[in-house]
């Protein structure tokens, strides 16, 4: 079983900026992609952003230029840089794993950030 801890967010102005971190711990599968979901009140969860165990990245377009997703391998940690914050922004983030073979995805419980105007 894989264990997702996520820890920074909270209530920032708009044009701040955050840094969101998840580390795994468990049985971690060697390929896998770890990366940030969120789902703000009433709309469905969406790509944050995301990072592969071999660096390949992928970033939602809300936060495209915004943002910047890293890892360290030798922790099993993934961290989101957020600048630029807007309200709406606002939403539970959730730390993700996901096996890529075959493939299967593990949750963090979410973090609230919170953007006020």
């Known amino acids: 079983q894989v264990r997702l801890v996520e820890s920074g967010g909270g209530l920032v102005q708009a044009g701040g900026s955050l840094r969101l971190s998840c580390a795994a711990s468990?049985?971690?599968?060697?390929?896998?992609?770890m990366g940030w979901y969120r789902q703000a009140p009433g709309k469905q969860r969406e790509l944050v952003a995301s990072?592969?165990?071999?660096?390949?990245?992928n970033y939602g377009d809300s936060v495209k230029g915004r943002s910047t997703i890293s890892r360290d391998n030798a922790k099993n940690t993934v961290h989101l840089q957020m600048n630029s914050l807007k309200p709406e922004d606002t939403a539970v983030y959730y730390c993700?794993?996901?096996?890529?073979?075959?493939?299967?995805?593990?949750w963090g419980p979410g973090t609230q950030v919170t953007v006020s105007s």
């Open positions: 993700n794993l996901k096996r890529l073979v075959p493939e299967s995805d593990y």
């Open positions: 468990g049985i971690i599968p060697s390929l896998n992609s």
């Open positions: 990072i592969t165990s071999f660096g390949s990245t």
